[in-house]
């Protein structure tokens, strides 16, 4: 009997955390205003382990190195106008809400090469982003990303909950509610 009744209540947790997290995604789906009306908010998280991709000194990292926290990766390419207009406003959030619950993680995918990386955040002031690469589009590709700059949102569990196509506002009000929403911070 006790062993019945254990199982009952672990099902009842865990089908009561899915809900849970199906209203946080529908109510995430409520917050957006302004740029972040393109946030496009899945229905159901995707999982997204063993997506990998390689450290500005070619060390291998994946995006599983950042679960236990939400994370925004921005697919980014030196190149790419838009990506040099929105870069401030990641850096931005990530000075602001960056920690234990939430970071921003940039990802350079394609021909970017080192130097032109960093010269990229130099000139457009960055200073608390990460220099990621994905020089063969291996993860862009199992992400996915259609056109950059891309922003995908994971969950702690490592799962994307939505994406961003295009550049957007990353530090305004409606943003910032965005994240203050998922790692349930006062605004």
């Given at each position: ?10 099902t ?17 789906r ?8 393109k ?12 997506h ?12 599983k ?48 090469p ?14 608390t ?54 790692i349930?911070?006062?605004?």
């Amino acid at each position: 009997m006790r062993k019945l009744v254990a199982t009952v209540l672990y099902t009842a947790f865990v089908l009561g955390a899915n809900g849970a997290a199906a209203a946080d995604l529908g109510a995430l789906r409520d917050l957006r205003q302004g740029d972040m009306k393109k946030l496009i908010v899945h229905s159901e998280p995707k999982d997204l382990r063993g997506h990998d991709f390689v450290t500005v000194d070619g060390e291998a990292a994946s995006l599983k190195d950042y679960e236990g926290k939400y994370v925004l990766v921005n697919f980014w390419a030196t190149w790419c106008a838009p990506c040099r207009a929105e870069m401030p406003a990641l850096d931005a959030l990530n000075a602001e809400f960056g920690g234990e619950e939430f970071e921003v993680v940039t990802i350079a995918t394609g021909r970017n090469p080192v130097p032109a990386m960093k010269k990229f955040f130099d000139e457009v002031n960055v200073e608390t982003l990460p220099l990621h690469r994905d020089p063969k589009q291996e993860l862009a590709r199992k992400s996915a990303v259609i056109g950059l700059p891309l922003s995908v949102l994971i969950d702690p569990e490592g799962r994307e909950i939505g994406r961003l196509i295009g550049d957007a506002e990353w530090h305004d009000d409606n943003a910032r509610a965005v994240v203050q929403h998922l790692i349930g911070a006062e605004g």
